[in-house]
C-alpha cells in the first residue's frame, strides 16, 4: 500500500515552522536547567491561582467541557465592558487553532492572501494546507519593521481575499497605529477583503491598543487573542477569537467538537479576574524593558530594535556575531535564545530576547556581555 495515494488532494502537505520555546530538545540536557529567553511568555507565573482554579476544576474533568466555552465567553464580555457581545467570540485550543480554522473556513485553491513578512509563520501553513496562495510583502529593518497604511492599501488587488497582520508583531514587537489599522480595515470591507489581525501580544500595550472593542464597526475583521502570552499558559491552550456574528458561527462550524479542556475554561476566567496580576505585568515588562535598553545599548555594534511588548528584536551583524553562534555560546550558559534566521525576511544576524524579572534579566546579560568580552567585541 502507497499511503502517499490516500492523501485529501485538496491539502497541501507542509511542515510547520521551527519557533522558540526548544527546551524538550535532546541537546539539552534538562528543560529545568534552561534559562529559556526564546519564548514570549509573561514570567510572573501565577502559581497559586493557578493551582486553585485547577484542584476547583478537577472534579469537571469527568464529564465533556461545554463545546462553546459560555462562561468563559461571558466572563470575556464583562472583561470588554459589555463593547462585544457572546456571539461575538469564539473560544480555542490557543490563537495557533483560530489560525488554522480561519484559513479552513475562508481559504480555497489560489485564493490570494497578503502577509507582512517577517512575522509568526504558521499564517503561512494554514494559508499553504489550504492551497491559497501566499503574497509576502516585506516589512522594512529602516522603518523598524512597521507597516505603512497607504503601502498596504496600494497593495490590495482585485484578487487579493485575505490580509494577516499581527500587531504588535513578532518578532520585532512594534505596535502599530490603531488609526492606521483603521484605515486598512474599512478599505478592505470596500474591496471585499477580510482582515485577520493577530493580537497575540496586544495584552502588554493596554487594551486600549485593541480593536477588539470596535469590532461592531467591521464586517470584514477577525481578531485573535490567547492566554499563552500575557497569562503565561501556553501549556494550556486557550485562545478565542473576536469578529462578527456571521464570521464567528462560520468558524464554529470549521472547529472540532470540544476544542478546550473545562480546566483550561475555567483557568481563563480567573486569569481575566486578575486585575492585580495584570498590572503587575505592565509595571514589570515597561520597568524591565528600560532596564534592558539601558545593559544592551552598552554593547557596541548590538542593533536594538524598538518594542512595546515582551520581547527585543536584536541585530547582531555589527558584532561578528552571527545569530546560529551567539544562540550555541549562549546555550553553553543555560540561557536560550530564539535565533530568528529562518524568519521569512531576516537573515541570520537577528535573534530575539525575552523580557523576564530583574533576577533572569542580569543574569542573561551577565552571560552576554561575558561573551562579547571573552571574544574581545566589548
Ligand atoms: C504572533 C503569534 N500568534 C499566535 C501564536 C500562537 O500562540 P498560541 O497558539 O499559544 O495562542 C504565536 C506563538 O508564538 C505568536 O507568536
Known amino acids: 500500500m502507497n499511503i502517499n495515494n490516500f492523501i485529501n488532494k485538496d491539502k497541501k502537505l507542509l511542515n510547520h515552522g521551527h519557533h522558540g520555546g526548544e527546551i524538550y530538545n535532546s541537546s539539552l540536557k534538562s528543560s529545568h536547567q534552561v534559562l529559556d529567553f526564546s519564548t514570549n511568555i509573561n514570567p510572573l507565573f501565577t502559581h497559586d491561582l493557578i493551582k486553585q482554579s485547577y484542584m476547583d476544576s478537577i472534579y469537571e474533568i469527568s464529564k465533556y467541557p461545554d463545546t462553546y466555552s459560555t462562561d468563559l465567553r461571558r466572563e470575556l464580555v464583562n472583561y470588554f465592558q459589555n463593547k462585544i457581545t457572546i456571539k461575538n467570540l469564539i473560544v480555542s485550543a490557543g490563537s495557533m487553532d483560530l489560525i488554522s480554522i480561519f484559513c479552513d473556513t475562508f481559504v480555497n485553491l489560489n485564493d490570494e492572501v497578503i502577509i507582512y513578512q517577517p512575522t509568526f509563520s504558521e499564517y503561512t501553513w494554514a494559508v499553504q494546507k489550504n492551497k491559497g496562495k501566499i503574497i509576502n510583502v516585506y516589512r522594512k529593518p529602516e522603518d523598524n519593521f512597521q507597516i505603512n497604511s497607504d503601502s498596504v492599501i496600494e497593495e490590495m488587488t482585485s484578487k487579493s481575499k485575505i490580509i494577516f497582520i499581527c500587531n504588535p508583531n513578532n518578532p520585532n514587537g512594534l505596535l502599530e497605529n490603531p488609526r492606521d489599522l483603521i484605515k486598512i480595515i474599512k478599505i478592505a470591507s470596500e474591496k471585499d477583503i477580510l482582515i485577520f489581525l493577530d493580537e497575540a501580544f496586544i495584552d502588554f500595550c493596554g487594551e486600549s491598543n ?145 523580557i523576564k524579572t530583574r533576577d533572569l534579566n542580569k543574569k542573561f546579560i551577565a552571560s552576554l556581555k561575558e561573551i562579547m568580552r571573552s571574544e574581545n567585541k566589548i
Open 210 to 354: 485593541s480593536l477588539v472593542s470596535n469590532i461592531s464597526s467591521y464586517n470584514n475583521l477577525f481578531i485573535s487573542r490567547t492566554f499563552t502570552k500575557f497569562f503565561g499558559i501556553p501549556g494550556l491552550r486557550i485562545g478565542f477569537g473576536v469578529s462578527s456574528p456571521e464570521i464567528i458561527d462560520l468558524m464554529n462550524r470549521f472547529q472540532n467538537l470540544w476544542p478546550v479542556n473545562s480546566i483550561a475554561q475555567n483557568i481563563a476566567i480567573k486569569m481575566l479576574r486578575s486585575s492585580a496580576l495584570i498590572k503587575e505585568t505592565l509595571k514589570l515588562i515597561s520597568e524591565e524593558y528600560r532596564f534592558l535598553l539601558n545593559e544592551l545599548n552598552q554593547i557596541p555594534g548590538l542593533k536594538i530594535y524598538p518594542s512595546q511588548t515582551n520581547y527585543i528584536l536584536l541585530n547582531l551583524e555589527s558584532t561578528g556575531f552571527s545569530a546560529p553562534e551567539l544562540k550555541i555560546k549562549l546555550l553553553k550558559e543555560g540561557i536560550l535564545i530564539r535565533d530568528c534566521s529562518n524568519f521569512e525576511g531576516l537573515d541570520n544576524y537577528f535573534i530575539r530576547i525575552n
